[in-house]
């Protein structure tokens, strides 16, 4: 018993004399931490990019879908695909997904349809989402209209100086100032 206790006194007595951390160790510290900020920080941006560029796709694709699906019903020439299928409705509102996102201040029937991230729009037969936060500048298209270049698939294009963000959200063929997804 006499050695258990002597043992716990020389221990506290090791930890006793420790009074604090040097300044080089704090340095030290920090600066790893920075170290793994610098590399962690960009690879996070990058992955949120990712997913907010997902949802768009998603919802170009569903988007697509239903223009593919105005076609076979209408036929291309006869189908007005900006004021769809319907009488009175658009492809926005026929796809049945924009009603809590509209923008009441767009007069433009076929504009002002958003989410948090992107704004959506019909340009000809072309389908178009825009980044919306600013300094983030790029956007996506699609088209089921067989005579566009967005036929079938994703286009990106990259408005922005500093960053190649069609890159960033996974694009990798470039055509023509183009991005395309492989």
């Not at 793994?36 to 560029?53: D, F, G, N, R, W």
């Not at 729009?121 to 825009?130: L, P, Q």
């Not at 088209?143 to 100086?161: G, I, L, P, R």
Request: aromatic letters at 12%.
């Amino acid at each position: 018993m006499k050695k258990l206790i002597q043992t716990i006194k020389d221990t506290l007595s090791v930890f006793q004399s420790n009074k604090g951390f040097t300044l080089l160790e704090l340095l030290v510290v920090v600066l790893i931490i920075g170290i793994l900020a610098s590399i962690a920080l960009p690879q996070y941006e990058s992955s949120v990019e990712k997913s907010k560029a997902s949802e768009a796709l998603l919802i170009l694709k569903s988007l697509r879908d239903q223009q593919a699906v105005c076609y076979l019903e209408k036929g291309e020439g006869h189908c007005d695909c900006e004021s769809g299928c319907g009488e009175g409705d658009n492809l926005f509102t026929y796809a049945n997904m924009f009603e809590i996102y509209a923008d009441p201040e767009c007069e433009d029937p076929v504009c002002g349809y958003a989410t948090k991230d992107f704004t959506y729009s019909i340009d000809g037969d072309v389908f178009y989402a825009n980044r919306r936060t600013y300094g983030t500048k790029y956007y996506l298209s699609t088209s089921a209209d067989k005579n566009s270049y967005a036929y079938n698939k994703f286009v990106c294009s990259n408005e922005s100086d500093t960053k190649n963000y069609c890159k960033i959200i996974g694009f990798t063929k470039e055509e023509n100032g183009n991005w395309y997804q492989p």
